[in-house]
């Protein structure tokens, strides 16, 4: 049987123009979609606020940077947690974020059935994201408590390092060159493990 998800139409209040119709989703209602195949396979997409938000294409820098992350995260991940790339969180009722990495408490085992609602540290690596990173991005994790963030600067071979949030963002924003290194769990990496090497001009 078809599934049928009624939207929640967004009032001028909410700052959508007058001129369009936008809609918003909960995330029951999104991965009912999701369950339905209403998606086409090639088609990626998160749901941010009750929005669903193309993702980009992802360039081979992009892919490698968030390859080069994981492998390091994981050789420094606690016991009682695990690392996931590019897979979603559940956060709240009205967002599902594919973050390209996340450190999550518990193990593969415990989320079979449903998707982490919570994440140690997340992950994103920007490029031709990098405004969306920033700006929409950051105040979600910080809304729903992701004690860390970082954001992987390829524009200017940076890692930005958010911590202590409040309310809908950060208190200490950080940002960390090549040469230095930042502490993750009970390690300290080299920031140049982490990042790929500035292209040749």
Request: proline share 9%; hydrophobic share 40%; with cysteine.
């Amino acid at each position: 049987m078809p599934t049928t998800v009624s939207p929640t139409p967004l009032t001028e209040s909410s700052g959508a123009p007058a001129t369009s119709r936008a809609f918003r989703f909960s995330r029951a209602q999104y991965e009912r979609m999701v369950d339905a195949g209403i998606f086409a396979p090639d088609q990626q997409v998160e749901l941010i606020n009750g929005l669903i938000v193309p993702m980009s294409p992802q360039s081979s820098r992009h892919t490698a940077t968030v390859e080069r992350i994981r492998r390091v995260l994981d050789a420094h991940c606690p016991a009682d947690a695990y690392v996931r790339t590019q897979y979603p969180l559940a956060l709240g009722a009205a967002s599902e974020p594919e973050p390209d990495v996340a450190v999550v408490p518990g193990s593969l085992e415990d989320h079979v059935d449903a998707h982490p609602t919570h994440a140690l540290l997340v992950v994103e690596v920007a490029d031709t994201s990098l405004a969306y990173d920033r700006n929409t991005k950051r105040p979600l994790y910080a809304t729903h408590g992701i004690a860390t963030y970082w954001i992987a600067n390829l524009n200017a071979s940076q890692l930005e390092v958010y911590t202590n949030p409040e309310a809908d963002d950060y208190h200490t924003k950080r940002t960390f060159a090549p040469s230095s290194s930042v502490p993750f769990a009970d390690a300290v990496i080299a920031v140049s493990s982490l990042l790929p090497d500035r292209p040749s001009t």
